[in-house]
């Protein structure tokens, strides 16, 4: 059955053209660097060898974000319900969803799980499930981040308004994807706030955006959580 994002995969550029989106980051590299940085640190803050890691994407896209983190950790795999956006990336150990509630591997499979963008596509009553199945598929001790946009925060509104495919999105707040984290069974669940500042600041005064984390205004946000 054909996904959403099948009818956008050819043109992923051209639909995410937004002029505030652009005055944040030229060629929108910078988002993936700073969750990257994000997902690196927070690892680490955990003690976590990060060479030891398999890391599964759900709803990787175009496999942005896998191939930054690819250099450091143990293995990426990526899977996403739409088969045109998983063409773009055939460098990348990937498997479509067939079925967008059900993850297609074994239970226990993977150190590390990523959802960036994701959840606003889909719909509020198939969260628990995508969520539970996180759980499932996560190795216990496993991290779960989930990153989306801030629906607090004005310009991301805006730029969610403005861009054709996120026409049928639905923004959640943070406080929303703790309830789905928590109602899977993670624990240690940990927010933190980012993308206050566009890349050229932010390359200047990356401790402003560390001192505001916990202020939930910033254009992001990232919920990671830890499976017992
Ligand atoms: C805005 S894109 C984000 C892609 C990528 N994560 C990124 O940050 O560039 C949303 C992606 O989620 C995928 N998606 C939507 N619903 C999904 C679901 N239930 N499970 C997995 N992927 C899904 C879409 O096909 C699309 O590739």
């Known amino acids: 059955m054909a996904s959403e994002f099948d009818q956008y995969a050819s043109d992923y550029e051209a639909m995410q053209k937004d002029p505030l989106r652009h ?46 983190g690819r250099p450091e950790v143990a293995s990426i795999t990526g899977c996403d319900v739409s088969t045109a956006m998983l063409e773009l990336c055939p460098d990348i150990a990937s498997r479509p969803m067939t079925d967008p509630e059900r ?15 994701v959840y606003h596509h889909v719909a509020p009553d198939g969260r628990a499930a995508l969520t539970r199945e996180a759980a499932r598929v996560l190795r216990p001790g496993g991290v779960f981040a989930i990153i989306e946009h801030n ?25 929303e994807t703790r309830r789905w984290l928590r109602a899977a069974g993670f624990v240690s669940l940990d927010t933190t706030y980012f993308l206050y500042l566009p890349e050229k600041p932010f390359r200047m005064f990356s401790g402003l955006e560390t001192a505001l984390k916990r202020v939930p205004l910033g254009g992001q946000y990232a919920v990671f959580a830890r499976k017992q």
């Open 151 to 175: 629906p607090l925060n004005p310009a991301t509104r805006l730029i969610v308004r403005r861009l054709p495919m996120d026409r049928h999105a639905i923004l959640l707040g943070s406080w």
């Open 23 to 68: 005055s944040f980051s030229k060629d929108g590299t910078f988002f993936f660097e700073r969750k990257w940085l994000l997902i690196r640190s927070y690892l680490a803050s955990l003690g976590r060898d990060l060479s030891n890691v398999s890391w599964l994407d759900i709803g990787c896209g175009k496999g942005e974000l896998l191939r930054l």
């Open 103 to 117: 993850l297609p591997f074994p239970d226990q499979s993977f150190d590390l799980l990523t959802a960036v963008c």
